[in-house]
């Protein structure tokens, strides 16, 4: 109860829910490999190497950014 965010596996998700991770997943692999998940560190990771992503996932991003 202290994240406060709704359904039980909200944090096991963590980055981007199974689309953005399907997306990012050979990007997360090739710029962030030492990067642990948790705590937004692979999303920082993959912003801060926002000029080195793959199509897909950098749109997949924009996207994301749009919703929120």
């Not at 090739?30 to 993959?46: D, F, H, N, T």
Request: hydrophobic share 30%.
């Amino acid at each position: 109860e202290s994240s406060g965010s709704p359904g039980a596996g909200a944090k096991e998700k963590g980055f981007g829910g199974h689309r953005m991770r399907k997306a990012c997943a050979e990007d997360v692999k090739q710029l962030c490999p030492g990067v642990k998940a948790g705590e937004g560190r692979i999303a920082q990771c993959l912003k801060a190497q926002a000029a080195e992503l793959s199509r897909t996932c950098s749109d997949m991003i924009r996207q994301r950014g749009k919703h929120r």
